[in-house]
């Protein structure tokens, strides 16, 4: 016999649906976690109005376009729906179920049932085979859980705030690369112009030296050394042009070109001449103190182990009791779906459950995530040694690079006052052609390296900057 429907349980169950919404408001402004992506590959680059690049704007297209970005920014996404679905534990759950079946019943079984029904009605008759249909409208919700939900809810928080700074890690990454490769070009490119103007010098003196020798004063020893050097040079030339080459496949690799291939039209710009703030002393105890608070890896670091402490309390939450509420509507009918008010029942009960032994198995889940917590903070320990001894290696190579650089550029000046006379006294007969084709050999050598200093303390700069975490700030491309 089923009981008649109780209705005043449906308003009950509405206000236990309602209820935890303060709570879930409080956990969100707790928890302070909101991240907005930037849209990673979003926007096209307009290719056709650009016919520069500098480094500002060669960052900011890879930052915008490079695979490996679109996957971490994919990576912080799973973290935020994972802090949704552990906020959706402190919510009641509302479950529908129906079904339907058809029985046939055994001979022996159907005479049985047959003789039960006709001994309260002799005209009793049992369909065979016979329908049964069922619904019913459930909803539980968990009271307490030993706080599993309030440490999940964290544990979700700080991995989502781990893969943010995963994030950030590949961007401060991504940049160093960027950087490395966009100087390493800028330094082909001024080895290119060394080479073009050493070709451009053999050239003029090669056809001083035909001149020379077409009117009889001059040698043609001189006019094979021309352009044995005119060779030489156009050979230099032609090497660095295939650097350069290699260099911007890689570069456009870096920026996510489908064909790892910058534009035609398209050039890097020039090498500048270094400014104040690159010549100046870096200050090594401000910049370690800056990595520990803004290199990503650190941070990411530091979250992972927030994570595992609050996985540690999900553990020791199986120590306490489960209190769960639960509120249904039951209905049952045979022959017909159609169910009336006589069909349906109701049904409202609180259960507690409570573990009183599993063989140790909660103990060890928790020895288990502390031991991983501990592994963890000694990971972070030896990390922090290595930034600082990467910071310290990074300044002594900056320092060094600017003193390099100053030697180099007064080496210059030097080397091409003294091509200069040394030529003045060569095309006045005064000069030897040996001596000419040393100073003409040192002037490019000088200004080689002189390139490949400037270079070389940007790119000190920048894998200092990166070991400092502050290459992220210096192109405002770190998430929050």
Excluded at 229 to 253: D, F, H, P, S, V
């Amino acid at each position: 016999m089923k009981r008649r429907v109780s209705w005043f349980i449906l308003p009950m169950l509405c206000w236990s649906i309602v209820l935890p919404s303060a709570g879930i408001a409080q956990e969100a402004t707790v928890s302070g976690t909101s991240v907005e992506l930037h849209p990673v590959g979003a926007g096209a680059v307009d290719w056709a109005a650009m016919s520069t690049l500098d480094l500002e704007t060669v960052v900011e297209i890879a930052l915008a376009g490079n695979p490996g970005l679109e996957a971490a920014a994919a990576r912080v996404r799973q973290a935020k729906a994972q802090v949704d679905q552990a906020r959706s534990t402190y919510w009641p759950r509302l479950d529908a179920n129906a079904s339907g079946a058809r029985v046939t019943f055994a001979e022996n079984t159907y005479q049985q049932n047959l003789a039960a029904a006709r001994l309260l009605n002799p005209a009793a008759a049992i369909d065979a085979p016979q329908d049964y249909y069922n619904a019913d409208l459930t909803v539980s919700w968990t009271l307490f859980d030993g706080f599993e939900r309030k440490f999940s809810n964290a544990s979700a928080r700080y991995g989502e705030q781990s893969s943010t700074a995963a994030l950030n890690d590949a961007r401060r990454l991504l940049i160093s690369a960027v950087a490395l490769s966009y100087f390493s070009a800028q330094l082909a490119l001024e080895n290119i112009s060394i080479a073009r103007a050493d070709e451009e010098f053999n050239q003029r003196q090669l056809a001083d030296a035909e001149a020379r020798q077409r009117v009889g004063t001059g040698a043609l020893s001189d006019v094979l050394n021309f352009q044995v050097r005119k060779n030489q040079a156009k050979t230099t030339r032609i090497n660095q042009e295939y650097q350069l080459e290699i260099t911007l496949y890689g570069l456009a690799a870096l920026l996510g070109l489908p064909d790892s291939r910058l534009p035609g039209h398209v050039s890097l710009a020039r090498l500048s001449p270094e400014t104040a703030p690159e010549l100046a002393s870096p200050p090594v105890n401000r910049l370690i103190a800056d990595a520990m608070d803004r290199r990503p890896d650190i941070q990411q670091a530091q979250w992972s182990i927030k994570q595992t402490e609050a996985q540690v309390k999900i553990a020791q939450s199986d120590y306490y009791p489960t209190v769960v509420l639960a509120g249904s509507l039951d209905g049952e009918r045979v022959d017909d779906p159609g169910f009336g008010q006589d069909d349906v029942g109701n049904r409202f009960q609180v259960g507690l459950s409570y573990n009183l032994f599993a063989g140790g198995f909660t103990r060890a889940k928790v020895r288990e995530v502390g031991h991983r917590r501990v592994e963890l903070e000694k990971r972070l320990e030896e990390l922090v040694l290595s930034a600082t001894s990467d910071i310290r290696s990074s300044v002594a190579l900056v320092v060094t690079a600017q003193t390099q650089l100053a030697l180099q550029r007064e080496n210059v000046d030097l080397v091409q006052r003294t091509r200069d006379l040394v030529e003045k006294e060569y095309n006045a007969g005064q000069g030897s052609l040996v001596r000419l084709n040393e100073a003409q050999k040192d002037l490019t050598t000088a200004q080689s390296n002189l390139a490949l200093a400037l270079v070389g303390l940007r790119q000190a700069w920048v894998e200092l900057e990166t070991r400092t975490g502050n290459i992220l700030a210096t192109y405002g491309t770190a998430e929050p």
